[in-house]
């Protein structure tokens, strides 16, 4: 999947350049339009209402003002799963998708036709297993002979699956498979008293929940999970530089966060609708990464050689197959070649 793009070589170089001379010469009333597919007129933006790099840079406008100066039209599309999003893509129906590393093993499981090109945070305590704080429920053991609430397919169920898993109480628990605003809803007519979910609906069910493990906690024992950045091949092999452009806004609105947390809280909190205190409170529960971060051997690597997270990917995807959550498990070499950083490098130059 990696591209190498050719190099012109001089002689090739002054012959195209010779021609064009000796045409604009022969006939200066004719002028060089460009192709008409040398840009899309529109991308299409699969997203998560979650407050992270994209969400700052949507409200910011910095891709409306990016890309409508080259005349593209931007649509931002709303999921509440990357499972929603995955049908997305393979419609070719969105360009790019936010979606969690669970489900992005899904899209090269089925053969979707995308790489990941980004990180955009790497979760912790903004995903978390809650119980009713009038529950007797106080260890994963106890979640024995109940429900649990929570999106199949996703990061949550990942995680939830391991929990379950380590405590030896999988066979006795009965997941629900529910989007994360039917759980509130269901949490709140008392349909269900523990759930696996992701803020900012995590939020809703602590006012009268308590929280028994979260993916940080999770992750220290290995089971990292993340939200990734995934664009179709068929775009990306066509506007690579349109690709690289978009992880530089993403870079510029992370780094808001990172220089002054409660300004980018208080610029998500109003689409989120919810308080700059609690947009903080859940940008803190997860880590983000700078480019250079990105690059590194512990995450992406490079595209000379792979990084750490390849590895979590096939070992999530490994373990997904054997949930029979997925019908294929890739080898480690197509994760290697899957997760794509060479437009992360792009954007650096």
């Not at 980004?118 to 009713?132: N, P, S, T």
């Not at 006795?172 to 039917?182: A, F, G, H, K, W």
């Not at 995934?230 to 870079?251: G, N």
């Amino acid at each position: 999947m990696k591209r190498k793009y050719l190099k012109v070589t001089f002689l090739v170089l002054l012959i195209f350049l010779t021609a064009l001379f000796l045409t604009a010469c022969g006939n200066d009333s004719e002028q060089a339009e460009p192709s008409e597919d040398s840009l899309p007129e529109e991308i299409n933006f699969g997203i998560l209402r979650v407050p992270n790099d994209e969400t700052i840079a949507m409200v910011e406008g910095y891709f409306d003002d990016y890309f409508t100066d080259q005349g593209i039209e931007t649509n931002f599309i709303v999921f509440d799963s990357g499972a929603e999003a995955n049908q997305a893509l393979a419609s070719g129906s969105i360009d790019f998708a936010t979606m969690g590393n669970v489900n992005a093993v899904t899209s090269i499981s089925r053969d979707l036709g995308v790489e990941m090109i980004w990180i955009h945070e790497v979760l912790g305590e903004i995903e978390a297993l809650a119980v009713k704080e009038d529950s007797d429920i106080y260890s994963i053991e106890d979640l024995a002979g109940e429900r649990v609430a929570v999106p199949f397919a996703s990061t949550c169920h990942y995680v939830l699956l391991n929990a379950l898993q380590d405590a030896g109480v999988e066979e006795q628990v009965q997941l629900l498979d529910m989007q994360t605003t039917e759980i509130v809803a269901a949490w709140q007519r008392g349909d269900v008293k523990a759930a696996y979910l992701w803020q900012p609906t995590l939020g809703e069910v602590l006012k009268t929940g308590r929280v028994i493990v979260n993916s940080e906690e999770m992750a220290e024992r290995g089971y990292i999970t993340a939200n990734v950045e995934v664009v179709r091949t068929e775009f990306s092999e066509k506007y690579p530089e349109l690709v690289a452009s978009f992880i530089k806004l993403l870079s510029e609105a992370g780094d808001i966060y990172r220089e002054d947390p409660e300004k980018a809280a208080e610029i998500v909190s109003q689409t989120l609708e919810i308080t700059p205190e609690e947009a903080l409170k859940q940008m803190q529960g997860s880590r983000w990464l700078t480019r250079e971060e990105e690059l590194s051997k512990e995450f992406l690597g490079t595209s000379e050689e792979a990084g750490h997270f390849a590895v979590v990917m096939k070992q999530t995807s490994d373990f997904l197959l054997e949930q029979d959550s997925i019908d294929y498990s890739p080898t480690q070499e197509e994760f290697n070649e899957y997760i794509n950083p060479e437009y992360i490098e792009m954007s650096l130059e």
